[in-house]
């Protein structure tokens, strides 16, 4: 059909547009747009279905406050080091040849590694995994497919909710009263879900700018009303002064994406953008008490996709270029409190791999009308 064959082709263009993820960081934890920001996984005709997964791992270990690295971390051997692995199990179905419907289920397995939570005289690790927070959404082409094959906005709105544990605990050691071991709920930033229930919006949009061109960006908006989750801290254990931070916030979060699509042959493509991911501050809905390190990373995000008929490979290595752990509301609190200076630190990542791979199950039961053949034959 001829719809199907615009589609491949924007596909063979801008198939390096690959899920939203968060650039891997402490306070930025994995998520992606639950009706999926790929752009090969929603342009689907009338009955057709994608399924695939995508697969990401990062390594943070590099500490900022503000938007200065504290180097005497690694030199001190005095730094939180998190080990991250998520795979993203999605489907996707064309509802019609412009609304789509998409569900995703993801797993993590993380691992934590510090000094400071195991009573800063030996190095420990804690472990969490499983499933986290499914998300499920809708989308909607604003313009006909076959009409503009060379540019089309697409919106979305989505759920996303609390299926992760946001209460993963393991073994902390010495950190008793006289020393020993105790089970607790492991760091905030390793939890596979936030406990609370989300509404996401989205956007995608696509631009021809000349033959083998085209320019994309892509965003989402995870908003998050509830406002604390229950789950204990236990960072006043830590100092007085962080009583306020005894329990986790559900923060929201965002990420934006954007950048130059370039056809290499009609089965590879390659692309290079930037992209910028946050926790911020304050929440759009609800209150902002509790535990959280908002931030945020600026990164150059090349990427390079593979087609073959309804098979599609994708890889994006976004690398960061600016990292920063603002003030959080709980580090105001201290700081008007005590009338010392106050912020927080958050340990970031370099870069981010991010791999995904789908098979689209196409819908072959329509024909093409005489109209259609004739305009395809004159294109």
């Given amino acids: 059909m001829l719809k199907k064959l615009i589609f491949f082709t924007s596909l063979f263009i801008l198939s390096s547009i690959t899920n939203l993820k968060a650039q891997g960081c402490v306070a930025i934890r994995h ?40 180097p005497d971390r690694l030199s001190n051997n005095t730094e939180v080091i998190n080990h991250s692995h998520a795979w993203d199990f999605f489907a996707t179905y064309g509802v019609t040849e412009r609304l789509y419907t998409s569900i995703t289920i993801p797993t993590v397995i993380n691992t ?89 919006l989205d956007f995608q949009v696509y631009q021809k700018f000349a033959t083998d061109f085209f320019g994309y960006a892509s965003g989402f908006y995870l908003i998050n009303p509830r406002e604390t989750n229950g789950t204990r801290t236990f960072r006043e254990t830590l100092s007085p002064i962080l009583e306020n931070e005894s329990i986790m916030a559900v923060p929201d979060q965002y990420s934006l994406r954007g950048g130059l699509s370039y056809t290499l042959t009609p089965s590879f493509s390659t692309s290079l953008g930037a992209r910028f991911d946050c926790v911020p501050v304050k929440d759009l809905l609800g209150g902002n008490e509790g535990f959280r390190r908002p931030g945020n990373v600026l990164s150059v995000d090349p990427g390079l996709s593979f087609m073959k008929n309804n098979f599609t490979i994708n890889l994006n290595v976004p690398f960061a270029v600016r990292r920063e752990r603002p003030q959080s509301i709980t ?48 294109n």
């Fill in 112 to 200: 934590r590694s510090s000094l400071y939570e195991h009573g800063r005289d030996e190095r420990n690790v804690t472990f969490s995994r499983g499933l986290a927070d499914i998300r499920f959404g809708v989308g909607y082409w604003l313009f006909d497919l076959e009409k503009s094959p060379n540019g089309n906005l697409a919106l979305g709105l989505g759920v996303k909710l609390p299926t992760g544990s946001y209460n993963a605990s393991d073994i902390f050691y010495n950190v008793g009263p006289n020393g020993e071991p105790q089970t607790r709920p492991v760091d905030q930033s390793i939890q596979p879900g936030d406990g609370g229930f989300g509404i996401t």
């Fill in 331 to 378: 580090d105001l609190q201290t700081e008007e409190l005590t009338g010392n200076p106050r912020n927080g630190d958050a340990a970031f990542s370099d870069y981010v791999i991010n791999l995904g791979v789908s098979y689209r199950f196409a819908n072959n039961k329509v024909k093409l009308s005489p109209e259609i053949e004739d305009t395809f034959k004159t």
């Fill in 31 to 70: 998520f992606s747009s639950c009706v999926g920001s790929s752009l090969e996984n929603n342009l689907l005709g009338t009955g057709d279905l994608q399924i695939g997964v995508n697969y990401r791992y990062f390594k943070s270990f590099r500490h900022f406050r503000g938007t200065e690295e504290e």
